[in-house]
């Protein structure tokens, strides 16, 4: 028997709260939390970016794949929608118009990617938070699927921690 949509919510629910319970546990300094919320963005603008150099329609698949899954799971997920929409676009814009070569695009993708994951473990989970990055420990498909709302979940609750 196949799973309903009501299934499917729960199920993805569920597995949203575990990998967010995991990643704040590795995510307690606020200044880490703001590194992540700007490096994980950065991350999948170069992702959609490397996936547009394939082809246009599956940077689009992912991003309403993606997007279908972060709407199910919080309202903050239709916000983060809105901004791999945005983050999309521009690179449409970028690339179709000729600024970017396919070989300045791969490169700047490629560039990206690696600086962020560097800033996030060198600087963000080693000198600040004196840890391994959550992934070290369990590395998922959820994880990876819910990683831009778990960082802006998680940078949120810290800027509101902080204002009150």
Not at 26 to 53: D, G, M, P
Request: glycine share 8%; hydrophobic share 50%.
């Amino acid at each position: 028997m196949g799973m309903n949509f009501v299934d499917l919510v729960v199920t993805v629910r569920r597995h949203y709260k575990l990998e967010l319970d995991l990643y704040d546990r590795y995510h307690q300094n606020t200044i880490n939390s703001y590194i992540h919320v700007i490096c994980i963005t950065c991350e999948w603008f170069a992702t959609l970016l490397l996936l547009r150099q394939v082809h246009l329609q599956l940077a689009e698949l992912c991003v309403i794949i993606l997007a279908g899954f972060l709407c199910i799971v919080s309202c903050g997920g239709i916000l983060c929608s809105l901004l791999l929409a945005a983050l999309l676009y521009s690179i449409e814009i970028s690339c179709s118009s000729g600024d970017w070569t396919v070989l300045v695009a791969v490169g700047l993708g490629l560039g990206v990617h690696m600086l962020s994951w560097g800033v996030q473990v060198g600087i963000g989970h080693y000198l600040i938070e004196g840890n391994s990055p959550s992934m070290a420990e369990s590395l998922s498909f959820y994880g990876v699927l819910f990683s831009l709302l778990m960082a802006w979940d998680n940078g949120w609750r810290k800027l509101i921690s902080k204002l009150k």
